[in-house]
């Protein structure tokens, strides 16, 4: 059974930068064709994909937060990790790690984790 | 930039037929996935791979793609199946959400 568990502040300050880890249990990051991607959800907005990482090493970013985003994965420990620089109260949202199967889908998705930018 | 448009809200009522509709240039090109939300839950996906249910998903539930067009169909839906519905696909080697839709069973 995969599970997936975001954990990281639920608080951060304007400028700051956010750190959030995705546990996850059930699948090898090491399995070929498997990935886990954040993707975050304003309040009442929709989903914003942000960053993907593949069981090579491979990485992707959303183009529009290319520069803030840094995304890397500790096979060893089932993790990956997520920072966004520069937080804005924009940036204001519940963030979800999700797996991402080789069915190219996001497929089990963690419960999510909300993240205020206030200062 | 690849942008994928969905009408931000479908109506139907119990028993009949939901399509929900997923715009993007040439999406019929990749494949699409929808995944359904209820409030203060995290997404489920639905259909993949266009047409793919995963296990556990009701045979209500079909998808189709083709052109610049992928559609989302309920048939038979319940009131369970009220919710927002999310298409997504692939632009190059980004991931790209549409707008969602929420569906309202009334």
């Known amino acids: 059974q995969i599970t997936l568990k975001e954990s990281g502040p639920t608080l951060v300050k304007p400028t700051q930068t956010l750190t959030l880890t995705c546990n996850f249990s059930?699948?090898?990051?090491?399995?070929?064709?498997?990935?886990v991607g954040w993707i975050r959800q304003p309040p009442g907005k929709a989903l914003e994909w942000l960053a993907l990482?593949?069981?090579?090493?491979?990485?992707r970013n959303s183009p529009s937060l290319r520069n803030r985003l840094t995304i890397t994965k500790d096979t060893s420990k089932n993790q990956v990790v997520l920072t966004l620089t520069n937080m804005d109260p924009v940036d204001t949202a519940t963030y979800y790690c999700?797996?991402?199967?080789?069915?190219?889908?996001?497929?089990?998705w963690g419960q999510g984790t909300m993240v205020t930018v206030s200062s | 930039s690849f942008e994928l448009t969905q009408p931000p809200s479908v109506s139907v009522s119990p028993g009949q037929t939901a399509s929900i509709t997923c715009f993007g240039d040439k999406l019929g090109d990749n494949y699409a996935c929808w995944y359904q939300q209820k409030p203060g839950q995290s997404p489920v996906l639905v259909i993949y791979?266009?047409?793919k249910r995963p296990s556990g998903i009701p045979e209500r539930f079909s998808g189709s793609n083709s052109g610049n067009t992928a559609t989302l169909t309920i048939s038979g839906t319940q009131a369970m199946d009220e919710a927002d519905y999310y298409c997504q696909a692939w632009d190059s080697s980004s991931v790209v959400f549409g707008g969602g839709t929420k569906l309202t069973v009334l």
């Open positions: 999700a797996h991402r199967g080789k069915n190219a889908a996001f497929d089990i």
């Open positions: 059930g699948f090898s990051l090491s399995t070929s064709g498997v990935g």
């Open positions: 990482i593949y069981w090579d090493g491979d990485k």
């Open positions: 791979q266009d047409s």
